[in-house]
């Protein structure tokens, strides 16, 4: 397993963000949670009651961050060796928003990561859905009704901007000597207890995972050496976490196969 780390999360008031910071302080690495309003602080500073890692808590807009370089700014601010994007509008900016948050401040992140080489690996909380294209291991019926329903649908707006951030990630850590993009890719998010997973490739598009268990996956993915930068889609199935992580790395899985950007780093 990987030794102490600094993990900047972005995002870290988010319920997933909540789950993962105690998480990674059991590890005793270092943690620091940017959050964007004082009243959030003490939610925050209270996950690190009691365990060995140390906290920090970081008062800053990602909204605000519309350029690649305020993006270097905070990173420079942190000095992380990590960075895991937990953050989004979460619909309540209008499709502006959305953009700005979503797509726009990601991607800043993603270029000003990828421009420090202390910075090894850069993890993004997409959705299983965010492609262009079935999954060639999927029905292309069931992919015609949730492309038309979701992707074009009740998430058209999500939908550009996260496959714009996935996009950016998947080649700037492909180009990157040093950079390890890794999206991960959850279901239908729920309250539901952690459970065992899917991970990788899974069999369907639709499906439901807990917070908890994102979580969980994001915790073990940081955490296990050898991980390579590529699509890994999660769904509650059958599988532990620690094994399905394992698996995951060792047989170098990529769920970005059948999207164009996939075959041009074959």
């Known amino acids: ?22 998480l990674l302080l059991k590890r005793s690495w270092t943690v620091t949670s940017v959050i964007h309003t004082q009243e959030q602080v003490p939610d925050v500073e209270r ?15 990602i909204e605000g961050v519309d350029s690649q370089e305020k993006a270097a ?22 499709a502006e928003g959305t953009f700005r948050i979503d797509r726009d ?53 999500y939908h550009q901007a996260k496959i ?27 309250e539901t207890p952690k459970a065992n997973v899917t991970l990788g490739k899974t069999k369907t598009v639709k499906g439901s995972v807990s917070r908890g268990t994102v ?6 993915l940081l955490a296990t050496d050898g991980i390579k930068s590529g699509w890994i889609d999660l769904l509650e199935g059958d599988a532990d976490i620690d094994e399905a992580v394992t698996a995951v790395v060792r047989d170098g899985v990529d769920a970005a196969e059948g999207e164009d950007i996939y075959y041009k780093y074959a």
Not at 1 to 22: D, E, N, W
Not at 170 to 185: F, H
Request: net charge positive; proline share 5%; hydrophobic share 45%.
């Open 215 to 220: 979580a969980h996956v994001t915790d073990a």
């Open 1 to 22: 397993m990987a030794s102490p780390r600094h993990v900047l999360i972005l995002g870290g008031h988010g319920k997933v963000a909540q789950i993962l910071t105690p």
């Open 105 to 157: 401040a990601a991607i800043h992140f993603i270029n000003a990561a990828a421009s420090k080489t202390s910075i090894t690996r850069f993890l993004l909380v997409s959705y299983v859905g965010s492609r262009r294209r079935a999954a060639p291991w999927w029905s292309a019926s069931e992919w015609e009704d949730y492309s038309k329903n979701i992707n074009h649908g009740a998430l058209a707006t």
């Open 73 to 94: 700014s905070i990173l420079d601010e942190v000095n992380p060796d990590y960075v895991a994007w937990s953050a989004g509008a979460g619909g309540k900016y209008g």
């Open 47 to 61: 996950l690190g009651a009691g365990l060995p890692g140390r906290l920090s808590v970081l008062v800053r807009s």
């Open 164 to 190: 714009a951030a996935d996009e950016v990630l998947y080649e700037v850590s492909k180009k990157s000597p040093t950079l390890v993009g890794i999206d991960l890719r959850p279901g239908t998010l729920t």
